[in-house]
Each structure stands twice: as C-alpha cells, then as structure tokens.
C-alpha cells in the first residue's frame, strides 16, 4: 500500500473529482487503481476564503514498486498493523468479571472481555439509552431531576449527550484509537469520522451506537444490568491489617453478588461512590481540574472569522480551540466547543447545577458555544483531603443552583465583567437545553476565578473577533470537566485493593471519550493478559 500526502481539492468536490486527481498525481491509467482509502482529511485555511481540503490517501495500485519508484519523493510504502487483542494468560476465574459504569470505558472494556470470552457482567446506575433519553428530555422540559438516570448517569455514560468530539492526545502505537473509531463505525457512526482531523459524531447518532454495541457484547455473552447502583465493596483479608481484595460487591443497598474482578469505570460524577471508595480505603488523591463558564456566539461570527467572508458553503460548522495565559500565572483556555450546538443542563444532584454542551450531527444550530475554563488545584479547594474537589465541586454548582433558582442562570459578558445580573439580552440569543434565566454568573465564582475568567474571554478576543463581545450569552457552571479525584492503580491496572482496577475518566485516567474507550480497552488487555477466559454456566 502506498500513500499520498497532502493532495488538495476545492470544498463541494465530488468522489470523481478525488479519484481523477489520484490517477493524475501517480500518472496512471484508470485501471491501475486496485483500491484507496482516505487516511486523513484537514481544512487548509491559511488562504481565506480560499479554502481547500488536504488529503492523505492510501492506495493500492497495479505494479507498485514501479509506480513507489517513479514517484518517491512524492509518495511513501506503508503497512497498517491492525489492533490486535492480547493472548490470554492462565489464572483461573471463579467469576466473571464485573465492568461498574457503561460509559465509553465500561463499554469498550466489556467489548474486549466478551470478545476474549469473559462474558462481563456490566452494572450501570442509571437506565437503558432509550428511557435516559425520555428522562433526560423530561428533566429539560420540567426540571424535575432523576438522579440516577440524566446528563451524566445511564447507558453510553456521560458523552452520550454531546458533541462526540473523538478526538484525543493520547499516543497510539498500538492502534487503539482507530479500533474506537472503528468500531463505532461498525455500529452506526458515519464512516468519515475514521478521516476527519475533528471526527464528531453528534447525540443523535451516538444513541444508536451505544445500544448496538451493548447489543453485541450481549451476544458474545455479555449481560448489562441497568438501575443497578455499586453500593459496597465486600473485602477480605488474611491479616487484619491487610493487604485487602474483593470478594464480592453489593447492589442497590442489598443484593450481593459475588465477585474477584471488579472494574471501577464510573466516570467523574459518582461522587457517592467515591465517598464508598475513600471509606473503604482505596488509594485516592485530590487532582487539579478545571472550571468555569459556558459561552455562546452566533456560528456565523465563527464562519467568518475561521474561513472568511463568503468561503464555500460546503466547509464543516467552523470550530475553534483558544488559551490564554493570565497576568496571575493561571491558564484559560477553551474546551469541549460544540459548533452549531447547545448549551445543556447536565445536573446530577438535587440542588446543584452544571451545564455542558452538545451538538446533533448536523452542527446547525444558530449558535457555537464552548466553555472557557481556568485550572483549579488543591490550593483553591482549602484542603488536602482527597475529596475536597469534589466539595469545591458541589459548592460551585450549589451557587449556580440558587443564581438561577435552579434554572442555568444566564449573563452577558459585559453584565460579567460588571458584576450585574443582566437585564436583556443583546442579538446573540441562548441555545438551552432545559429552562434558564438572568442570573449573576459571576457570583457563582471565587473573586480570583472570576477575574481570571474575564481576562481569558478579553485575551481570546486577539484570537477570534468578537468572542468578548458585550452580548456574548455566559452561563455557569462549568463544573465537570474532569475528574475532581485520581485513583491509583499499578502497571496491571489494580489498585491497592486486589481485584479492583480503576479505568476511564473518573478514576483519572481519561479526559474524553475516545481516550476514556481507549483505557477500557487497556484495562481488559491487563485483565485478559492475566486470566483464562470465564465460560458461563449456563
Ligand atoms: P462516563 O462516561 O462518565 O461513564 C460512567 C458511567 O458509570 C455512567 O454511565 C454512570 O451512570 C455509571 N456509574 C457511576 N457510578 C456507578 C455506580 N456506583 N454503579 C453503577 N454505575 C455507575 N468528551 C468528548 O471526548 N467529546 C465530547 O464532545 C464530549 N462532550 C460532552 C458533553 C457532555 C454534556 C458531557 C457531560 C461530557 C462530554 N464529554 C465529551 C466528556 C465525556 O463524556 C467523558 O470524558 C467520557 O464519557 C468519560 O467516559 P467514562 O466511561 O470514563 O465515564
């Protein structure tokens, strides 16, 4: 296989148009072309609104060496090595292993153990997807909350009301990261996310794909309990003093089922059982997270200023990602941008308040919206206790919650800065999911995170034009960005407590989904690597 880089072609051009321009580039006939694969598609912007995309291809063509040495500056022989699951070790099971939480990790976990033939049994407090989507949409509708079942808790876990960004940071050598797009591929996701330099997926379509893959692991064995909260770990020891493992965990307060492998993939808002964990002794600290505000402009403000004026309609809804760095040493910077999205009430708890963002597939909605954060240490929390995050947490969301009577409370950026609770809004209008109202965002902030907030959007401006504007709708709090704890685990993936391994975003080992699916997956390779596989009784 052979691959090109870097072939350019006009926004709105047809599939023709690419594969007339592969046979131009290798100066071959149209026969020659045995088959291609887009590796990579980038927007190159640098000459607005003259705007082309870039392509990688992978191609496979009639007498290869011939063509590779014709043309060797230009193009270059690669091999794909697809992912491949570990061999399995020998230690015998008694049980199969439990996956707690069916987010991204949970999930991608149970795929791998039920392909491997462990036959996972997956826990998830919250509901199956298609009654989380009636409950979530009741609780936007009438802000009556279901703390077990909404914006964070139930199947698909916390991104299944989202953008479905995919991209991540995370290093690949193994090929995990095209196997997750891959594999949402395989249950429903457009193709051209395994392509895209920003592939998203969008809540209309992540819903499908969370419940055929569930579907699946079903039938390689695999069984998913919903409305089934981990209430307890059941430990046992030889020695009082430890070293402690499980044997068993508890469900819903009552039921017990017993168990030697448990995977802790619970995402970072299970904060009761974060409280279960600390009390049980699991080797836990506070980390730094990041909090902040939602803000919204018209996408068309972006458009312009992304791809200029009048650049072709047939670019994607223009997205952006800033920092900036502050006067008292802190960062600001953007993150989790929805373009054409929604500012969503993404609550948990009763009282408390925090919002996010979403987008459907088609990116149209009127505006963009992003949070602009500042980092948060264990200094800004006033302990060292390793739940004080999550205390600063609740305390944040516990004044957004009365800045908008548990409505979003809303403000205009000038009205922020001011330190005044709006009266109107300007022409940008809010794009909510869920009830809002004016209320003084900034209140809900330390002086300190307020004033840093305001200096980052001024900074931001240099970037995009308009992003301070006095009419820019900000709502708060952006809370949940990361996970408020880290678990600790050792290269087997097991924490201090034997048969416990921490895994995704909430035991702090992933930030997003397609890094959060990646560590499920490294967490089954560590437990398939160590075990023979489960063979269910049946
Ligand atoms: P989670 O997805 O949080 O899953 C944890 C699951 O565990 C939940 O379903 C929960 O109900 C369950 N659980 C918790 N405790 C228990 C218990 N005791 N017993 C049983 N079950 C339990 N990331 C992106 O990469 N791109 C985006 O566009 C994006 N947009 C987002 C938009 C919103 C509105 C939100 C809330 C998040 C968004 N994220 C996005 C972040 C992303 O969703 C998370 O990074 C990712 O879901 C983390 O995966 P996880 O599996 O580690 O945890």
Redesign the pocket.
Known sequence: MLRINQLKLRPGHSQKDLEEKILRFLHIPEDALLDYQIFKQSIDARKKPDIFFSYTIDVKVKQESSVLRKMKKQVQKITRTPYQLPASGDQTLSFRPVI????????FCAYLLAQAGFCPLV????ADVTQRLLDVEAFWENGRLNP?SN?????????T??????N?LVKDAQGRNRYVLETFVKFGAPESILYEQKP?IGTDILIHVVKRMRQQIEELGGEFRFH????DLLLQTKHPEGPFSVRGIQINGCEEEAAEVVIL??????R??FQMLYEKQISMQAKAFAVGVRIEHPQAMIQACQYGEGAPKELPTASYKLTAQLENGRGAYTF?M?PGGYV?N?SSEEGRLAV???SYHGRDGVNANSAVIVTVTPEDYGSSHPLAGVEFQRMLEERAFAQGQGKVPVQCFQDFCENRVSEQFGEVLPQIKGACTMGNVRAIFPEILGASLEEGIRLMDHKIHGFARADAVLSGVES?TSSPIKIERNEEFESNLGGIYP????AGY?????S?AM??MKTAEAIIRRYAPFHKVF
């Open positions: 707690v939480g069916s987010g991204p990790a949970g999930l826990l998830e407090r919250g077990s914006v964070q808790f139930g199947e698909g876990g916390a991104g009301f989202s953008d479905g960004k995919l991540t998203h089934s909260q981990l209430t993939a619970i995402g970072h808002s299970a009761d059982t989790c929805c969503v993404a996010n963002g979403m949940r895994c995704g975003e909430g992933a930030g997003g989904i397609t959060a560590d499920g």
